[in-house]
C-alpha cells in the first residue's frame, strides 16, 4: 500500500499563490505517475496535473497550463503543486493521487491510492 499525505492548503486571496505537498509513504516503490486532481462542491473531481516518477514528464489541462507547476523530489519522495494567479475558481478540495503505471491518463478512478486532500480557498 501507498500513503499519501497532502499539505499547504489554505486561504488566499485573488491573484496569490500556494504550493501544495505530498509525501507518499509504504510501497514507493511501486510509484510511477502521480498526478493532483480537485473537486469543488457539487462537481466533479477533475484532473489538474500529473508527472511521471522516473523521466519527470509532466502533463497539464490546457487551462491549468502555465498557472499550476508540478515537480517531484524523489528522494523525499514528495510531489508539489506550485499555483500561481489563483483565481476565485480554483477554490476546491485538492486531493494527491499515485499509480502503479507510467502512462498519461486523466481519469480519477485509475489512481489506486489517495491522499485525504487538503482545501484551497481563494477569496475574491
Known amino acids: 500500500q501507498v500513503q499519501l499525505v497532502e499539505s499547504g492548503g489554505g486561504l488566499v486571496q485573488a491573484g496569490g499563490s500556494l504550493r501544495l505537498s505530498c509525501a507518499a509513504s509504504?510501497?514507493?516503490?511501486?510509484?510511477?505517475?502521480m498526478g493532483w486532481f480537485r473537486q469543488a462542491p457539487g462537481k466533479e473531481r477533475e484532473f489538474v496535473t500529473a508527472?511521471?516518477?522516473?523521466?519527470?514528464?509532466?502533463y497539464y489541462t490546457d487551462s491549468k497550463k502555465g498557472r499550476f507547476t508540478i515537480s517531484r523530489d524523489s528522494a523525499k519522495n514528495t510531489v508539489y503543486l506550485q499555483m500561481n494567479s489563483l483565481k476565485p475558481e480554483d477554490t476546491a478540495l485538492y486531493y494527491c493521487?499515485?499509480?502503479?503505471?507510467?502512462?498519461?491518463?486523466?481519469?480519477?478512478?485509475?489512481?489506486?491510492?489517495w491522499g485525504q486532500g487538503t482545501q484551497v480557498t481563494v477569496s475574491s
Open positions: 509504504g510501497r514507493t516503490f511501486s510509484i510511477r505517475m
Open positions: 508527472i511521471s516518477w522516473s523521466s519527470g514528464r509532466t
Open positions: 493521487a499515485a499509480r502503479d503505471a507510467d502512462s498519461d491518463t486523466r481519469i480519477w478512478y485509475q489512481y489506486p491510492y
